[in-house]
Nanobody, 120 residues
Framework: QVQLVESGGGLVQPGGSLRLSCVAS????????MGWYRQAPGKQRELVAT???????NYVDFVKGRFTISRDNAKNTVYLQMNSLKPEDTAIYYC??????????????WGQGTQVTVSS
């Protein structure tokens, strides 16, 4: 069974920084695209950033220049470094990892979510 565990959320003042982590564990053969999404209260879940196995990255416009996605393949971990945080970044952040488990097909897995609150 594959599990994704996130950490690093919390309360931060505007202009502050946080670093989110998401570790995939279990019987995993290969990891492909890793990404972060977020969902604010009353809104749909939206893409924040993705990174491929070749470390090509993609960001949505509202985080470009402020957030950085990275991965450590040896640790099956994806990170999201968030700088210059704004109140509108407040949301639950979810990691999404596309991987192939040892016992099945390639598919997407989701973390449980971690709350990020930006407030003074």
């Amino acid at each position: 069974q594959v599990q994704l565990v996130e950490s690093g959320g919390g309360l931060v003042q505007p202009g502050g920084s946080l670093r989110l982590s998401c570790v995939a564990s279990g019987s995993i053969l290969s990891i492909y695209v890793m990404g972060w999404y977020r969902q604010a209260p009353g809104k749909q879940r939206e893409l924040v950033a993705t990174i491929t196995s070749g470390r090509d990255t993609n960001y949505v416009d509202f985080v470009k220049g402020r957030f950085t996605i990275s991965r450590d393949n040896a640790k099956n971990t994806v990170y999201l470094q968030m700088n210059s945080l704004k109140p509108e970044d407040t949301a639950i952040y979810y990691c999404n990892i596309n991987l192939r488990p040892a016992w099945g097909r390639r598919q997407d897995y989701w973390g449980q979510g971690t709350q990020v609150t930006v407030s003074s």
